[in-house]
């Protein structure tokens, strides 16, 4: 894998890119996965923006979101196996918190499944468990998890990089 990764704004025609991380990224057992419609939904609503990562001509991250007043949220983030452990998660993630900053806002939010090996990505990258919802997330075979609340203030983190 010798290209490097190239993070570009996805629009509605990138859906079939997105499909293919969205299928290959999400455990089916979670039921996380948003299908082609619900994606296209929710990108046509104000303030909802996509990105897609590729490596040389394949897919290989994406990551969606949106921002309401100055309160930025990623609704989904995921990266196909083989493109893993190489740094593609925090890159977008840092995308995201670049583009949220220059859409005017003052904290990134998000919700993940209990759990999941992303909160060690998302505590890396500086968010703080800000709640629990118990039981939000249905799995399969009636599964059911708790989702965590993690916030990332970039007033908070401004502070802090003055003072290091
Ligand atoms: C979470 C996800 C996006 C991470 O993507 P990635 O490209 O592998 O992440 P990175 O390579 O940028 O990892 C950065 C750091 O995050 C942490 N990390 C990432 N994946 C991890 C895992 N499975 N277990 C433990 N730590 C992990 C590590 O600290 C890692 O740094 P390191 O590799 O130097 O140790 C990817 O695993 C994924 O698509 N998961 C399934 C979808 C999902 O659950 N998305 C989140 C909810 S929307």
Redesign the pocket.
């Known amino acids: 894998m010798s290209d490097a990764p190239v993070i570009t704004p996805a629009l509605a025609a990138d859906i079939a890119p997105v499909m293919v991380v969205m299928n290959e990224?999400?455990?089916p057992a979670?039921g996380?996965a948003w299908s082609a419609g619900q994606c296209l939904g929710i990108l046509g609503l104000p303030g909802v923006w996509m990105v897609l990562a590729t490596v040389g001509e394949d897919p290989a991250?994406f990551a969606l979101c949106r921002i309401v007043l100055d309160e930025a949220e990623?609704?989904?983030?995921?990266?196909?196996?083989a493109?893993?452990?190489?740094?593609?998660?925090?890159?977008?993630?840092a995308n995201v918190e670049q583009t949220a900053k220059a859409r005017g806002a003052a904290c990134l939010h998000?919700e993940?499944?209990d759990g999941?090996?992303?909160i060690?990505?998302y505590r890396?990258h500086g968010f703080a468990e800000t709640g629990r919802r118990k039981d939000y997330y249905r799995g399969r075979e009636g599964r059911i998890f708790d989702a965590l609340s993690l916030s990332l203030s970039f007033a908070v983190q401004n502070a802090s990089n003055m003072e290091s």
């Not at 493109?83 to 993630?93: A, E, K, Q, T, V």
């Open positions: 990224a999400f455990d979670f996380e991250g990623l609704l989904l983030i995921g990266v196909r196996p493109f893993r452990r190489i740094g593609l998660g925090r890159s977008l993630l998000l993940v499944r999941n090996p992303a060690e990505l890396h």
